[in-house]
């Protein structure tokens, strides 16, 4: 018993970081309606990774941009950043064409770890065992949830595996990579709507580089197969990141991003059951493994959550980091949603 009290022993708690991670289970949901668009785009032969990035970028660029060009203007070191996010969603849609929902939906749980190392790395986060055992669970109720899902057939699907699952595995360590350098303007004093116009504008002229030149020729067949409702699940797909990626800014915020990308665990959850419900259909087996897995992923994020803010050294919040409990009145604020 004194090793399992030693093992979860808890910092105390505070407001900020819960909010964090709840606001993240927003982003999770959001995610994994854009992975269900993005599959059935895939399905009907209507994916177009670059055009799909692209769309999220216009979005967050149109409503972004012109509102912090009033205020002050972005800051050519956000080009790296642009980038970075831009491959990682390059990429993810990508992976949709080779392998399964639910393959990606489990192999970007490595944004976790690579978000983890980059924290340590960059930012100096300090991780306590219970912040690895949260992780550790919830990892274990993915892993039965796929396990069960493969066995009974779910988990087939895409022309290349493999290649696919290597996809997604680079767009995890990329996606890491944003979050944590989202994360480091944010400490140094950036607003919200800093980083999102220089990621929305900046994104949307490296995506639409990367439409011209890999999927110009292709954009008239993916019109053809995509049809009004290939036409409907692509609003879907990017007014659900439009959202997500506003929202993203206020979790690292708060939380910062190995708790996001823990938050986001339970996206998978929800892109599973959309699979089983829209691609595949409930089995007793896939209802099982879903109430399962839902309940150590829940049970490892409440661990995860229980260890505290991994910025707090010693009880004490680091002084560059104090800017994340100042009033943010002074800051200019993002237009509302």
């Known amino acids: 018993m004194d090793a399992i009290k030693r093992l979860f022993e808890a910092q105390p708690l505070d407001s900020r970081w819960v909010s964090g991670l709840a606001l993240a289970q927003g982003c999770a949901f959001l995610t994994a309606l854009s992975a269900t668009a993005s599959t059935a785009l895939a399905n009907r032969g209507a994916s177009a990774p670059a055009w799909q990035s692209f769309f999220i970028y216009v979005l967050l660029g149109g409503f972004y941009v012109p509102y912090h060009a009033r205020q002050n203007r972005t800051p050519a070191r956000y080009a790296l950043l642009a980038f970075i996010d831009t491959q990682a969603n390059y990429w993810i849609v990508k992976a949709f064409r080779y392998t399964s929902l639910t393959s990606v939906t489990l192999l970007d749980c490595a944004a976790v770890p690579f978000s983890m190392a980059l924290s340590i790395a960059i930012l100096g986060s300090s991780y306590s065992r219970a912040h690895i055992a949260g992780c550790a669970l919830s990892f274990c109720g993915l892993a ?45 004093g950036a607003s919200t709507s800093e980083v ?34 290939g036409f409907l699940e692509m609003a879907a797909f990017a007014g659900s990141l439009f959202a997500m990626y506003s929202l993203v800014p206020e979790v690292l915020r708060r939380s910062g991003s190995a708790a996001f990308n823990v938050g986001m665990l339970s996206s998978d959850l929800w892109a599973v ?18 109430a399962a897995s839902f309940v150590l992923v829940a049970f490892g994020t409440v661990v995860f959550a229980s260890a505290g803010d991994p910025l707090r050294l010693g009880g004490e919040r680091r002084r560059e980091y104090e800017v994340l409990d100042e009033d943010l009145e002074d800051r200019p604020a993002a237009p509302p949603l």
Not at 151 to 174: C, E, H, Q, T, W
């Open 144 to 188: 039965l949830l796929v396990l069960t899902d493969t066995k009974s057939g779910g988990g087939s699907g895409g022309s290349n595996p493999p290649l696919g699952d290597f996809m997604v595995i680079v767009a995890a360590a990329l996606y890491a990579s944003s979050n944590v350098l989202q994360e480091r303007a944010l400490l140094e």
């Open 196 to 229: 999102l116009a220089a990621i929305g504008g900046m994104g949307a002229v490296i995506s639409g580089i990367q439409c011209a030149v890999f999927e110009l020729k292709d954009l008239s067949k993916v019109g053809r197969a995509a049809g009004a409702e």
């Open 273 to 290: 059951l959309a699979r089983v419900v829209f691609f595949a259909g409930f089995t007793a087996a896939s209802f099982l493994s879903f």
